[in-house]
């Protein structure tokens, strides 16, 4: 126990020290955050692992995320680069969810990217989960595709579309909105031919379902 309380004091004292050279950065640590060092301390976690987590910007939540994570044994090491990326907290939940479902590092690495909004991450997360094809979720994790071209290439490639049909609604200038009626058409179950036969610039969600 007391080999813990002096741990736990030495990185206490760590976050004081960020608060005090830069206090509008790293704001003072509260009890919760000392409560979750504690618990990293008193569980399977080493101290290297705890001091992974030990920074006053990293809130009570945020910080039990990454001791959980920790604790079922990701690699300390595949998951700090992510740590101090300045993600919102659905985009940084995402990352900690593939850490937890298992998904290999390169696979993260797909979506894990500040370039991608929180919905774009999404979409390339939800193909990993489904088993997509790698080399399918490969080709939409680009920035040159927003979330919804992302969705109707997914969505189309999980009720086997041929690719030359998904380049056609892709290519033809239709808006978000549209993009998204077509994603719920074939989420939906009609088929490519169906969708073409009334796919026009007027597009109304009412012709899909």
Do not use: W
Not at 30 to 50: C, I, M, P, R, Y
Not at 176 to 190: D, E, K, M, P, R
Request: glycine share 4%; proline share 3%; charged share 25%.
């Amino acid at each position: 126990m007391n080999k813990i309380n002096e741990q736990l004091n030495t990185l206490i004292t760590r976050c004081e020290k960020l608060h005090q050279v830069n206090p509008s950065d790293y704001p003072k640590i509260k009890q919760s955050q000392t409560d979750e060092l504690l618990a990293g301390l008193e569980s399977n976690l080493s101290f290297e692992q705890v001091e992974l987590y030990a920074n006053p910007k990293f809130d009570a939540r945020k910080m039990r995320k990454i001791r959980k994570v920790l604790q079922n044994g990701c690699n300390p090491e595949h998951l700090k680069p992510y740590l101090f990326i300045d993600f919102n907290d659905t985009q940084f939940n995402l990352i900690i969810d593939g850490f937890r479902a298992g998904f290999k590092l390169d696979e993260i690495q797909l979506y894990g990217n500040p370039k991608f909004d929180r919905f774009q991450m999404m979409e390339i997360f939800i193909g990993l989960k489904d088993h997509l094809d790698t080399q399918i979720i490969k080709s939409y994790a680009d920035t040159k595709y927003n979330s919804a071209e992302m969705r109707l290439i997914r969505l189309a490639a999980l009720h086997k579309f041929k690719s030359e049909d998904v380049e056609d609604f892709l290519n033809k200038g239709y808006s978000n909105s549209q993009i998204h009626q077509i994603s719920t058409a074939i989420f939906v179950g009609l088929t490519a031919e169906q969708i073409k036969s009334f796919a026009t610039t007027e597009l109304s969600i009412e012709q899909f379902v």
